[in-house]
């Protein structure tokens, strides 16, 4: 069965320093990943996904992604964080599925907050 | 463009309650949908998804159940709520027919069960 680790579950960061997000998968397919954004009270935004291909992926807001198959690792980056980054980020991963009837699930991990300090 | 629509975007129900939470897509046609519920400080558990009108599958036992009855349509439902109930309801909706397909979701109904 796939899993998604997020093991921070609290982040505070100032504003104008560097994020990083750790995200650990297990699965034993080829897996896509997701970095998703969620403001409080508000649904999941989409900041970025990785399928194939570089295996730096860069997304909204100024965001990227590195992906490591060796590590089973898609860590999420921002070079320089915003007051407007506090947020709850979610990683998720799915299979490559090539059949409708899969639904295409996806199993996120528990998330991490972030806290932006002035 | 698609949209997709929850509502209502909050609910306080009593303990017994029976529930009806909508869920519609517009802009696609036969979109996969799914049913998530994010629990107070907890991440994403997914209830229900969808892959075609009338066909539901559940992820988890429970209290809850889902219903398709139009393309774009997804109404998550319980004839009584419980207070382990309460949670941040979220609708999403993808691409049906492809292998990766990337999930968009509604903007979510706060659902507190007193």
């Known amino acids: 069965a796939q899993s998604v680790t997020q093991p921070d579950i609290h982040i505070t960061v100032s504003e104008g320093a560097s994020l990083e997000l750790r995200c650990n998968y297990s699965y034993g397919a080829t897996p896509y990943l997701f970095w998703y954004v969620q403001s409080p009270g508000q649904g999941l935004q989409l900041l970025l996904k990785?399928?194939?291909?570089?295996?730096l992926v860069q997304g909204i807001k100024g965001f990227e992604a590195e992906f490591k198959r060796s590590q089973s690792s898609f860590n999420l980056r921002k070079p320089s964080v915003h007051w407007s980054d506090a947020a709850e980020y979610f990683c998720?991963?799915?299979?490559?599925?090539?059949?409708?009837?899969?639904?295409?699930?996806?199993?996120f991990g528990g998330g991490t907050r972030v806290l932006v300090k002035p | 463009s698609q949209t997709i629509h929850q509502w209502p975007a909050t609910l306080v129900q009593p303990v017994g309650s029976p529930l009806s939470l909508e869920c519609t897509v517009e802009?696609?046609?036969?979109?996969?949908l799914y049913w998530y519920r994010q629990a107070a400080g907890r991440g994403l558990q997914l209830l229900f998804y969808s892959i075609g009108i009338d066909q539901i599958s559940s992820e988890v036992p429970q209290n809850l159940s889902a219903s398709r009855p139009q393309d774009r349509q997804f109404i998550l439902s319980s004839k009584k709520l419980l207070l382990s109930d309460s949670g941040f309801y979220l609708c999403?909706?993808?691409?049906?027919?492809?292998?990766?397909?990337?999930?968009?979701f509604g903007p979510g109904t706060r659902l507190t069960v007193l």
């Open positions: 998720a991963v799915g299979a490559l599925r090539r059949i409708k009837a899969a639904g295409n699930k996806l199993t």
């Open positions: 999403a909706w993808s691409i049906g027919g492809t292998s990766t397909d990337t999930q968009y």
């Open positions: 990785y399928f194939s291909g570089d295996t």
């Open positions: 802009g696609t046609s036969n979109p996969n």
